[in-house]
């Protein structure tokens, strides 16, 4: 964090943080160097605050493998996760102008509105956020989405959900903008173990290195971002892989505005033509690698029923990864029970749309500046919820 060029200086003020914590010099280490481990990163750097990220290979970070969609209301979540998704909602296009401003990259945000499609209109009634979209009935829907599938007879259009490019862009300006901002990154780092020193306190972590040397790093602040291995370093947390696979097409540019959201398959138009399409849910599958036939052939049949002549379009990439996931599928965020050592995991389907909110909270709370409403957002979602 030292000596760096001025232009390269975190732009934010240094916050204080309480009298408690280590000094601003010392870093926080972040294990993982996926979407969340980064997003929490840049925030910190932007506090002021020295930041090391231990990434054991980024390619297998879900920030590179989901969708990207930006879909509270398309997801049909409801209670304290759809208050706290839509707060990061909310939050995003700030968000991201900050990184698209310390990196100097467009991260690829389109506020292109999701339509979630239903075979009859009381299927669209009954769905839990219905009250937050616009209801479309079939004439309205081929309008929407030209050459919809005939089995869809009904609609949803909400158009404050949206998508961004967390593939092809915003994992690119984000790992920049860290850098920019001064953040240390350790590519290949393999985190063992974390070691507690007396009183409970994170005294070291251990780590074998790309060149396969074993370290132990000293440190009294970390944040624990590993996705779906974050149980593999806290046996304890309940956390655990839901394998999800999928594919891109490259359909004629503009031959989609929205993003359709169906039943067990998605497709999220790129601006370049791009389609992605999502995703199975694959339970059992553990951290089993690889395609299966049954997954690419579940994603194709749930395309040619959503946009038939999307059959004709030629395929592009197909892949894998695994959402990190809690038995209540909301995150886990905030104190460990090892003081010193902050929880940002578990966010199951929703990681890209709520990047945003958990770096500004888990952030804000390390450096003791968290507002009074994000710390109400962020109590919920404590790992005693699962301890009682
Ligand atoms: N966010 C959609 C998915 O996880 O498939």
């Known amino acids: ?177 860290c850098v920019a901002l001064g953040v240390g990154f350790q590519e290949g780092a393999e985190v063992l173990a974390i070691e507690c020193g007396g009183g409970g306190a994170l005294a070291a972590i251990r780590l074998r290195t790309a060149a396969g040397e074993q370290q132990r790093l000293p440190c009294a602040e970390a944040v624990l971002a590993c996705g779906a291995w974050s149980a593999q370093l806290l046996p304890q947390l309940p956390v655990f892989p839901l394998k999800g696979q999928m594919l891109s097409l490259q359909a004629p540019r503009q031959a989609l505005k929205r993003v359709i959201f169906g039943p067990g398959t998605y497709l999220v138009p790129r601006a370049d033509g791009l389609l992605v399409v999502g995703a199975t849910s694959e339970p059992e599958a553990g951290f089993s690698e690889g395609l299966t036939p049954a997954g690419q052939r579940q994603l194709q049949e749930g395309l040619e029923a959503l946009l038939p002549e999307a059959a004709g379009w030629p395929p592009m990439e197909r892949w894998w990864g695994f959402r990190p996931c809690t038995p209540d599928q909301g995150p886990l965020l905030g104190e460990s029970g090892i003081r010193g050592l902050w929880l940002a995991t578990g966010h199951h389907r929703n990681g890209v749309l709520l990047a945003a909110i958990t770096a500004e909270l888990v952030a804000g709370e390390i450096c003791g500046s968290a507002k009074a409403e994000d710390r109400a957002l962020l109590e919920p979602w404590g790992w005693g919820r699962f301890q009682s």
């Open 1 to 177: 964090c030292n000596g760096l060029p001025s232009s390269l200086k975190p732009r934010a003020p240094a916050m204080t943080g309480s009298p408690n914590r280590p000094k601003n010099r010392e870093p926080v280490l972040i294990l993982g160097g996926g979407l969340i481990g980064l997003a929490i990163a840049h925030q910190l750097a932007r506090r002021g605050r020295c930041v090391q990220v231990l990434s054991r290979r980024r390619s297998e970070a879900a920030g590179f493998v989901a969708a990207g969609m930006l879909a509270p209301h398309a997801e049909g979540l409801s209670g304290n996760l759809l208050a706290l998704a839509q707060t990061s909602l909310e939050r995003i296009p700030a968000w991201v102008a900050q990184i698209e401003a310390d990196s100097a990259l467009a991260c690829g945000l389109r506020p292109c509105g999701i339509v979630v499609p239903f075979r009859s209109s009381a299927e669209r009634d009954a769905y839990p956020t219905a009250a937050w979209g616009e209801p479309l009935g079939r004439a309205a829907l081929e309008r929407e989405i030209a050459g919809i599938g005939p089995s869809w007879r009904a609609g949803l259009l909400f158009s404050q959900d949206g998508q961004i490019d967390n593939r092809r862009q915003l994992m690119r300006a984000l790992e920049r903008a």
